[in-house]
Nanobody, 126 residues
């Protein structure tokens, strides 16, 4: 059974940084993609970044390009989302999710993803 557990959220001032972690268990091969999604109150869930575990290729939504970096540590079955230059509009609950159906990192929309973590709150405020 595949499980994902996120950690690393919190309160940070504008311009600050946070690193989110997603520990994955239960995948039997590296043929999957991990995505980071966020949802703010009253807004639709948004694909922030996705990473293809096999080759490390990544996708970022335009609003986070140059500020967020996704990476993987295969030995630890962990994916990270390093977030820098955070803005108040980055405030949301962030979820990691796993997909064995998606085959490109650019397939970073919720419909491709079958397994979801519980989410972690990120609040950017002074």
């Amino acid at each position: 059974q595949v499980q994902l557990v996120e950690s690393g959220g919190g309160l940070v001032q504008p311009g600050g940084s946070l690193r989110l972690s997603c520990v994955a268990s239960g995948f039997t091969s590296d043929a999957y993609i991990i995505g980071w999604f966020r949802q703010a109150p009253g807004r639709e869930r948004e694909g922030v970044s996705c990473i293809k575990i096999r080759d490390g290729s990544t996708y970022y939504t335009d609003s986070v390009k140059g500020r967020f970096t996704a990476s993987r540590d295969s030995a630890k079955d962990t994916v990270y989302l390093q977030m820098a230059s955070l803005k108040p509009e980055d405030t949301a609950v962030y979820h990691c999710a796993g997909s064995r159906r998606a085959y490109r990192a650019s397939m970073c929309s919720p419909g491709w993803f079958d397994v979801w973590g519980q989410g972690t709150q990120v609040t950017v405020s002074s």
